[in-house]
């Protein structure tokens, strides 16, 4: 079977770095993504890695250890826009399927 | 190019009746995957359609059916809706050609049930 864990909720401080850990153990292991959730929207595309290391994108960087089943993402120069759920899907390799499997999310406060 | 549109975003239904809810996927894209989403459970994947097939499917009960058109758009329904099927009904789509592309979401249907 799939799991995928994350912490369901973390709060911290505008202009502070937060990171948000994703563990998982799936069949196989075809990338990983992080995807961005306001209340009440739909979820948007973050981040992709499929390679060990670290992927930056402006205020947003993610990171993959294949061999530890583990990602995090990290936010920078947090904003009080970042409020938000942030998930973690990984896509496993068994029979093809190219359905990711999606943690619960982390429900992330920014607060003043 | 327009995002993924779904109709209605909102719905109230009675425990019983039976619901069809549409998603229209981006221009090009031929695979729509549905999901529902609700605060326990986080978001769970319902089934996926490629080229008017269903490709891959989760582990709902029949009642959960879905279908897609010549022109990708696609249909979801639920019949006898039970309390527990309130939830966010998301789909998404995508190319639909290999693992790694990105999904992309519509907006979702509220459905509640009473």
């Known amino acids: 079977g799939q799991n995928i864990d994350q912490p369901t909720e973390m709060t911290a401080t505008e202009g502070a770095i937060v990171q948000i850990n994703c563990t998982y153990q799936t069949s196989g292991f075809n990338g990983l993504f992080w995807y961005q959730q306001h209340a009440g929207e739909a979820p948007t595309f973050l981040s992709y890695n499929v390679l060990d290391g670290l992927e930056e994108k402006g205020r947003f960087s993610s990171f993959l250890s294949r061999s530890k089943g583990y990602s995090y993402l990290l936010l920078k120069e947090l904003q009080m826009k970042d409020s938000a759920s942030y998930l973690c899907?990984?896509?496993?390799?068994?029979?093809?399927?190219?359905?990711?499997?999606f943690g619960r999310g982390t429900s992330l406060i920014v607060h003043p | 190019k327009a995002g993924v549109t779904q109709t209605p975003r909102y719905l109230i239904k009675t425990r019983g009746q039976q619901v069809t809810l549409s998603c229209s996927p981006i221009?090009?894209?031929?695979?729509v995957s549905w999901y529902q989403q609700t605060p326990g459970q986080g978001l769970q994947f319902l089934f996926e359609y490629f080229s008017e097939t269903q490709r891959n499917k989760g582990n709902f009960p029949g009642r959960f059916s879905g279908r897609q058109f010549s022109n990708s758009r696609s249909e979801m329904n639920v019949s006898t809706l039970e309390l527990g099927d309130s939830a966010l009904y998301l789909c998404a789509s995508s190319l639909g050609t290999v693992p790694q592309e990105t999904q992309y979401f519509g907006p979702g249907t509220r459905l509640l049930v009473l």
């Open positions: 899907a990984v896509i496993p390799a068994s029979g093809g399927s190219y359905i990711p499997t």
């Open positions: 221009s090009g894209h031929r695979s």
